[in-house]
């Protein structure tokens, strides 16, 4: 059964770089897409972007001047750096895994618990 | 981007009613969509997939139809632990997009 864990700074000075890693284990981190998500404080979901084991990526526009998310296959592990940060950025962060079906991309089916991120001096 | 409108945004119902949640698409998005039920405090958990595919282990009076731009979440006995926010997600183009949430509450 494979699970996904969070794990970063609880707290970022405003300007600084967030950055968080993915856990991932009891599975392999081949063949599938991973994904941060996050959640702002009483507010919705908003994608952020994902990457593929060959390493290929897509990101949000809104988000894509400061995303960055990479991939250590030798450690099963995946990141998100996301730079310049605001208090805007305060929010849950979760990662995920989606998965390809019958060759489509299918978003999100395993999700990590989610970490809480504060913007804050 | 797509928009994704659900609604009711909240709703009040009572153990053994039926519920139905809407989400419509700004544009059309074949059946590229699923359905996400989060409670206070946890990750979202997918219930639907590709519309109307049932996630494995997920309770069969969860159900999902639509194509296009407009898809309903059924429940259709609701139980006590169904009183949560449910959440669409379109990916059928990038960026992909979630609705704003429908709260099902106890009445």
């Known amino acids: 059964q494979v699970q996904l864990q969070e794990s970063g700074p609880g707290l970022v000075k405003p300007s600084e770089t967030l950055s968080l890693i993915c856990t991932v284990s009891g599975g392999s981190i081949s063949d599938y897409y991973w994904t941060w998500i996050r959640q702002p404080p009483g507010k919705g979901l908003e994608w952020i972007g994902y990457i593929y084991y060959s390493g290929s990526t897509n990101y949000s526009p809104s988000l894509k001047s400061r995303v960055t998310i990479l991939l250590d296959k030798s450690k099963n592990q995946f990141s998100l750096k996301l730079s310049s940060v605001t208090a805007a950025d305060s929010a849950v962060y979760y990662c995920?895994?989606?998965?390809?079906?019958?060759?489509?991309?299918?978003?999100?089916?395993?999700w990590g618990q989610g970490t809480t991120v504060t913007v804050s001096s | 981007d797509i928009q994704m409108t659900q609604s009711p945004s909240s709703l009040s119902a009572s153990v053994g009613d039926r519920v139905s949640i809407t989400c419509r698409a700004s544009?059309?998005?074949?059946?590229?969509l699923g359905w996400y039920q989060q409670k206070p405090g946890k990750a979202p958990k997918r219930l639907i997939y590709a519309a109307s595919s049932l996630q494995s282990g997920v309770p069969s009076r969860f159900s999902g139809s639509g194509s296009g731009t407009e898809f309903t979440l059924t429940i259709s006995r609701l139980q006590p632990e169904d009183f949560a926010t449910y959440y669409c997600l379109q990916h059928n183009t990038y960026p992909w997009t979630f609705g704003q949430g429908s709260k099902v509450e106890i009445k």
């Open positions: 995920a895994r989606a998965t390809l079906w019958f060759g489509e991309l299918l978003p999100m089916d395993v």
């Open positions: 544009q059309a998005i074949g059946n590229d």
